[in-house]
Every structure is written in structure tokens, then in C-alpha cells.
């Protein structure tokens, strides 16, 4: 519960200084689908639909380049169907919240890079369609990761985005996993 706090605190301390410079930001919105597995399970494949959404804060430093955050909420994990049965299923449900450089190369067009943090919210497996116990689920409260993104601004608010993160820190040990995410949304942008 201490850690629920202090990321909230930390959140609305980031908010307020944004806010002393709000002239200088762009807010918006992004929600799309997540499609997601994790390497070291035994299942293969992006298997496991998921949704994220939530905010973005962003400054452009030049015509070329700009700093961005991002704060939502998404669904990862896993799953596995073998002839329509479903064998095996991870449902991993996070806050994440990456900074990242964003380079706009041409018009319409954005690329970002950069570093997430995502604390994890719940964790349920299944395995045959019996769910696992709390204790069982064993699941790293945090997660660092890589993330890559690309964006079509196809009007000046509007874009589709399409995104890919990978952690770089098991989320379960013994065996190691690693959760890796490919995501398709849209961006809107109030300023």
C-alpha cells in the first residue's frame, strides 16, 4: 500500500510541475488494443488481447525533436488455445509510465524511444480454466522496459500509433519471464 501511495504522490508532483508550465506542453489521450506474450513460459506468440489507456504530456524542443510521457493503464500476459480449448492464460494488469525522446523525421510522421515503468496492479493465471491461487501467481510488483513507437498524424490533433516494449528485467523468476508487448492505438491532442 506505501508503494500505491508514493507512485501517486510522485504522479500528482510531476502533474503540478507540468502544470506551472502548461503553456509549453501538449496534453491528450491514448487508448488502443495490446496483444502481448512472455518469453520464458512455454507458450509462443502475441496470443494474449489486452487494452491500454490513459494520458500523454509532451514539449517539442525544435522542429525535430521533443521529450514525451505517458501515464495508463494496460493489460499483458499470455494465453494459449489448442484447439479451441484454452490450455494456459496470464492476465497481468499494470500502471505504466515511460518518458521518451520523440523525433519527428517528416510531417505527419513521429518516432519515440525510451525507458517504462510499470507497477503491477493484479496478476491471475489460469492453467486448463482453474485459476491459480494469489499466493501461486508469484509475479515482480515492477517492471522496467524498453519501448519503441511510431506514430501517423493523419490530422493535427489525431493520430494512429503503433508501439512495442520489452522488459528488461524477469517479471517471475525460476523460470525467468520477460514480457514483451506489441500495441495498436490511436493519440488525440487537446493543444
Known sequence: MKKIILFLFTIVLISVNFELYAQNFTGGLITG???????????????????YGGFTVERNLG??????SELYYITKGAKENINGIEIFKTKLSYIELPVMLKIMPVKHVELDVGLAFS??????????????????????????SA?????????????????????????????????????????????
Open 147 to 191: 519501448i519503441a513507437s511510431g506514430s501517423y498524424f493523419f490530422t493535427d490533433k489525431m493520430a494512429f500509433n503503433v508501439r512495442f516494449d520489452y522488459g528488461f528485467l524477469p517479471i517471475k523468476n525460476n523460470p525467468n519471464w520477460y514480457s514483451n508487448n506489441l500495441s495498436f492505438g490511436i493519440i488525440y491532442l487537446f493543444n
Open 119 to 144: 507497477y503491477l496492479i493484479k496478476a491471475r493465471m489460469w492453467s486448463l480454466g482453474e485459476e491459480y491461487p494469489q499466493g501461486v501467481v508469484d509475479v515482480k510488483d515492477t517492471q522496467f
Open 33 to 51: 488494443l495490446s496483444t502481448s506474450q512472455i518469453d520464458g513460459d512455454t507458450q509462443g506468440g502475441y496470443n494474449k488481447l489486452g487494452f
Open 63 to 68: 522542429d525535430l525533436i521533443g521529450i514525451k
